[in-house]
């Protein structure tokens, strides 16, 4: 259940009715918000005096379903929003790792000359191999803070653990929370005492009630600004390196609040079929899309295979204008 506290509820007498009725607190704007587990069905007769509003829910799934927010939330991302009523869809690109200065200017120059506004890029990131590229750390970091400031970009950048949240939390733009850490709770509690937009990728393993439940922990953090991001779920084939979840992604549009962004590029795992699956993607009406891009694929330090190079990604994004127009949204 969640209950809006009246206004002038005071801090400590809040803090004393979460306690009494074993629920999460946190302030949302002017009021006070309380939330219990899903099967408490009636307003505790303590907290009558002091409730605006109530609502009861059918699963853990509280303040991310439409049953609490009919409409879906908007996030600031400075010069433009993403979510709400806004029909943007936000083309977010860059390499898979920030390598080298060369590397992150030329992908910028690419942002710019397409005026597109968010890049993509990790700095920390979590390999399947430990023998791989790890990222670039602090290092990388500092160098997509000096590429946002030369190009005025938005600068959408993933943590991989707890060691360095409070860095990326502090440089990124859009905190990215990546597959393999979406369980990761020290990252999402601390993701939730921010109030920086946050994108939460699907876990490869996991359902869509245990994607947005983990969603949850960042909203009942505090922190209303999320995003969700399908990347592809492993199933029983192999041919493609995951398989795009597109059909989750039409449960997400009709029964959660928050934005949709798709990521085409994780989900193939090769180039070759990125193109096709990102108009796919648009025609879905999604709220926005990642794809990976870099200067020379060939000699990226990781997901060489996936990324497009910068004409192939050209071409793909003149193509999606009137897929978008179709479906009545506006790419930004
Ligand atoms: C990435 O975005 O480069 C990445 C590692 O993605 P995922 O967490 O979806 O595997
Ligand atoms: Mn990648």
Redesign the pocket.
């Known amino acids: 259940m969640i209950i809006h506290l009246k206004k002038d509820v005071d801090p400590t007498r809040a803090a004393e009715l979460a306690a009494k009725t074993k629920a999460i607190i946190f302030n949302n704007q002017d009021h006070q918000v309380l939330v219990t587990g899903f099967k408490m069905k009636a307003l505790p007769a303590r907290l009558e005096p002091f409730t605006d509003a109530y609502f009861v829910m059918d699963t853990d799934i509280q303040l991310a379903s439409r049953g609490y927010l009919p409409t879906t939330r908007t996030i600031d991302l400075g010069p433009f929003s993403i979510g709400g009523n806004t029909g943007n869809t936000v083309v977010i690109t860059g390499p898979?790792s920030v390598e080298n200065e060369t590397q992150i200017t030329q992908s910028a120059e690419l942002l710019q000359e397409l005026n597109l506004k968010i890049l993509r890029a990790?700095s920390y990131?979590?390999r399947t191999s430990p023998y791989s590229f790890q990222g670039m750390g602090l290092e990388g970091l500092k160098l997509l803070d000096k590429i946002r400031e030369k190009f005025n970009l938005k600068i959408i950048t993933?943590v991989r653990d707890a060691s360095h949240v409070d860095d990326v939390i502090a440089y990124a733009d859009i905190i990215?929370i990546?597959?393999?850490s979406m369980y990761d709770h020290g990252i999402l509690r601390k993701c939730g005492q921010t109030h920086k937009p946050v994108l939460l990728?699907r876990g490869f393993g996991t359902t869509l009630q245990e994607f947005v439940q983990c969603a949850e922990f960042i909203l009942s953090g505090g922190n209303g600004n999320v995003i969700l991001c399908e990347?592809g779920i492993r199933t029983f084939e192999t041919k493609t390196r995951f398989t795009l979840d597109l059909c989750g992604v039409a449960y997400l549009k009709e029964f959660i609040n928050l934005p949709v962004v798709l990521?085409p590029s994780?989900a193939m795992g090769w180039a070759y079929g990125v193109a096709d699956l990102t108009r796919a993607c648009m025609a879905m009406g999604v709220d926005g899309l990642l794809v990976?891009t870099h200067p020379n694929p060939g000699v990226a330090l990781s997901?060489a295979s996936q990324q497009l190079d910068h004409q192939q990604f050209k071409s793909l994004f003149n193509s999606l204008g009137p897929i978008a127009n179709a479906v009545g949204k506006k790419i930004v």
Request: neutral net charge; contains cysteine; glycine residues 14%.
């Open positions: 898979c990790g990131k979590p993933e990215q990546g597959a393999k990728k990347r990521d994780h990976e997901d």
